[in-house]
């Protein structure tokens, strides 16, 4: 058991009254797919394209990249299988995207989307290999940029998207900015998902890489809650793909908040299902609200608790 409860070992995430959570893993490429297999995931709902891309002098081929996308849709038939773009930068370098400049600092400099635009054939490669990937499979592509700050990125990205025949373009939302204005972002994409970890790193200005700064990557910070909420409230489907998503009790928060699914490492997923399982919608909001109204992160795990009697 963890946290009283007894892990569920199969079927759709789901509240007891039948509200459904899609419970979806985040891979790093094939080798991840036996374990997302194995925990049940409904589906990829975090590809991170970038273990494809490291290491390495050159770009890898579109052949190359269509290959490593099929093998991780195939796995996924008619299910969600959401692929992240590159997500580079100084933070993360890579040898043939030459640095534009020097950053002082890499977090905030030229890395995701920002590093896309500036070469984006790089991106359209990517989402070309997508494409002709998806056509050979049957699940249901969706493809999402990193770093999105503003309205006109995301407008950008989703433009590039359609015209490669992508299905469905969305954005990460994992800056503040985007975060708060979500409802601006909205019309331009087909769904978020929402970054805890960079989110909570640009909140708080806090690296995240910083071991003696951890306790700002807390995403039971009431902040954290209220970004999330600004974003699942913006009138499309809205995930949790950041660590958030792995804390049973806080997935029942972002239930109650308005979350529509939650992309983790896939042994977390047993765990996350039998927590939403054990509880209805109205107690998930329930929890969220009390939880938001709290001014410490203790205090709003205390409070969500309070009404989530299944994990006691
Ligand atoms: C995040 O920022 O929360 C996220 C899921 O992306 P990454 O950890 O790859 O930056
Ligand atoms: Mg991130």
Known sequence: TRGGVLATATGPGMTSDGHAVALLANVGGPRDLAAAVEFGA??????????LFLDRETAPTEEEQEAAYREVMSAFPDRPVVVRVLDAGADKPLAFLPPTGTEPNPALGERGIRILRIFPDVMLGQLHALARAAEATSARLQVMAPMVASAEEATWFAGACRAAGIPSAGIMIEIPAAALRAADLAPAVDFFSVGTNDLAQYAF????????????????????LDLVASAASAGVPCGVCGEAGSDPALACV???LGVTSLSMGAPAIPWVRAALARHTLAQ???????????????????????????LA
Request: charged share 25%.
């Open 42 to 51: 409904e589906g990829v709902g975090l590809y991170r394209t970038e273990f």
């Open 254 to 256: 972002l239930a109650g």
């Open 205 to 224: 200005a806090a690296d995240r890489e910083v071991a003696a700064l951890s306790d700002y990557q807390d995403p039971w910070q009431p902040v954290m």
């Open 284 to 310: 998930c909001r329930a929890a969220a609200a009390d939880a938001r109204a709290a001014t410490t992160a203790e205090a709003a795990r205390a409070a969500a608790r309070a009404h989530l009697p299944g």
